[in-house]
């Protein structure tokens, strides 16, 4: 013999964990706080000295952002051809993988992301042991040179 309300009773049950169960979970986040805080910070490969020297080449291409968080270039917007672009010691980033800009040590601004920049520098061979970041080196290697780089760059009294 089958009770007649046992469907019911059954059908009743489900639905009151159902309703039980997302009552216990968490509130949803909202949906910029949860991307901003996936986002890695940005990173750039920098010497970690001063330097007493620069070339003088010209640089020109946009900036992009890989999945790390590192900043690249790619020189007359050709996404094929990567370069990991050196700054001086003391240069850093502001803003997100969408918008951003490179500053000095001053944090004023030298370049920013979804414009083309104009570097002066030049093409290094291989990575030095007074670079940071260097798990962000791939593509091509270029040194920027410092703002000042003229100056740096003449002997004394020259």
Known sequence: MTARWAG???????????????ACSAPAAEPSLVS????????????????????????????SVDANGCVYAHPGGIESDVYTLVWPQGYSTQGDGKAFEVVDADKHPVVRSGSEVELGGGHVNAPRDNWTEKDCIKGSLWLVAPPDFSQVSQPPGG
């Open 8 to 22: 019911p009773v059954i059908v009743g049950f489900a639905v009151s964990i159902g309703t039980g169960l997302g």
């Open 36 to 63: 901003a805080s996936l986002q890695p910070k940005l990173r750039l490969v920098t010497v970690d000295a001063p330097q007493d020297s620069a070339m003088d080449a010209a640089f020109t291409g946009t900036l």
